[in-house]
């Protein structure tokens, strides 16, 4: 299934993924149950991929390297989960796999914009720390990851500098 969809085959059938796994059709659904539940073990392993070849997150120290290092840490792995993601978006409205997956990403960007901006978010009023880390959370997405690389067509470098400038003018009073 992950190899059919970094392919760029966005929507692979049970007999696409038979072929590329040199098994039979039948194999497929003898291991899965239907291609709802072959999609949530690739994403499983999807995830485990990605988290695999993170840098850690840094959240003590010099504001500027943390912003850094979160930054470093998201857009590496939306890169490494690019094709995967974009073949995904297609069954966002048809797979509970696919829904979770994306919400559990959103999620995890938002603990990690609270754990490395802690002291920065606890000097704000209880209003503006919300407002900010749903801006920061925003900043820190897939989608506008996607923004900045495909339709703004920033190579990975600038999209970073853009990302980081943006983070430290919302956090540097």
């Known amino acids: 299934m992950l190899n059919c969809l970094g392919a760029g085959v966005l929507r692979p059938s049970a007999k696409e993924v038979a072929e590329q796994a040199n098994v039979s059709t039948r194999a497929v659904f003898r291991h899965f149950e239907n291609m709802e539940a072959l999609l949530e073990i690739a994403s499983e392993l999807q995830i485990e991929r990605v988290m695999h070849d993170l ?45 979770d997956r994306h919400r559990w990403v959103r999620a995890q960007v938002r603990k990690q914009v609270r754990r490395v901006f802690r002291p920065e978010l606890e000097a704000l009023a209880k209003l503006h720390r919300r407002d900010r880390i749903e801006a920061l959370s925003g900043l820190l997405s897939a989608a506008y990851w996607d923004e900045l690389r495909t339709h703004q067509r920033l190579s990975e470098p600038t999209a970073r500098r853009v990302l980081e400038e943006t983070i430290r003018s919302l956090l540097v009073p």
Do not use: F, M, N
């Not at 995967?84 to 966002?92: G, P, S």
């Open 55 to 99: 840098p850690p997150l840094v959240h003590h120290g010099v504001l500027g390297k943390r912003i850094e290092a979160l930054v470093s840490r998201t857009t590496r792995g939306y890169e490494l989960a690019a094709p995967v993601r974009r073949a995904t978006l297609l069954w966002v409205h048809d797979s509970k796999v696919v829904r």
